[in-house]
């Protein structure tokens, strides 16, 4: 219990403990609990999404509603991460000069750019998708990225001797993959197969990109699992709505 409430508390903005230090094992042993985290936020949305239906909520307001909503619940962690290596990513420098840049707290404009099309291709997915629909779609969304986030600590190499991230993935175990993938798998499947058949193609898309991020940096970063998970959120949004049509 004590490790799914280290993830949880990362991960989100819910506190159930007063700790201010964390030890490197403490983060590594919560690993195979983040498709739980990702459950709990799905499950928050789910239940947003069902009260902003219940009011006959305008779309597109429904839509902005369901954003701003998993921004207070989770924190800006990962679209810190996803902004910082959209920065790194596309300044097209050297590796190290990368790193550096997603390193750097200022904010430059190619992050605001991918920040911006990310955003507004949440807002296209949920405005299209039936409002019943996506409450199961942020459900089993936000599962399989949480899923697929233990894949990228697990089983790619750390391109930084510190940091977040660092702290997941140093004790991590391979083992740690498959408990993660097994929880993963049964809490998709009861929102149904065809959700499942979209977390496979999102995750084979999402594994192509962490290999292009990680030959690109020498390694993943803690910020690269944020534009992983933010990538993934919008790749399983588009191919659930073709999936659903």
Do not use: Q
């Not at 430059?108 to 507004?120: D, F, P, S, T």
């Not at 405005?127 to 996506?134: A, K, Q």
């Not at 660092?166 to 408990?179: C, D, N, Q």
């Amino acid at each position: 219990m004590r490790d799914f409430i280290t993830c949880l508390e990362f991960l989100t903005r819910l506190r159930f403990s007063n700790r201010t230090s964390w030890k490197d094992d403490d983060f590594s042993r919560s690993v195979p609990y983040f498709p739980l985290v990702g459950l709990v936020i799905g499950i928050f949305l789910c239940y947003v999404n069902h009260f902003l239906v219940y009011i006959d909520t305008p779309a597109f307001l429904r839509a902005a509603g369901l954003i701003l909503s998993e921004v207070l619940f989770t924190g800006e962690l990962i679209y810190d991460g996803f902004m910082d290596t959209a920065d790194g990513i596309f300044s097209a420098r050297s590796r190290e000069h990368m790193l550096e840049i997603m390193r750097d707290s200022h904010v430059g404009a190619n992050a605001v750019i991918a920040l911006v099309c990310m955003v507004l291709l949440k807002v296209a997915a949920y405005i299209s998708i039936n409002g019943g629909e996506l409450s199961r779609v942020l459900v089993a969304m936000s599962v399989a990225t949480r899923t697929f986030m233990v894949n990228y600590i697990v089983n790619f190499e750390y391109a930084r001797k510190t940091g977040i991230g660092h702290m997941f993935a140093r004790y991590s175990r391979p083992i740690y993959s498959y408990i993660a993938a097994v929880l993963g798998l049964i809490i998709i499947l009861t929102c149904g197969l065809t959700y499942l058949c979209a977390a496979v193609v999102t995750f084979v898309v999402c594994l192509g990109i962490a290999w292009y991020l990680s030959n690109k940096l020498g390694g993943l970063t803690g910020d690269t699992y944020g534009f992983l998970t933010e990538t993934g959120n919008v790749i399983y949004l588009i191919i659930a709505f073709y999936l659903l049509r």
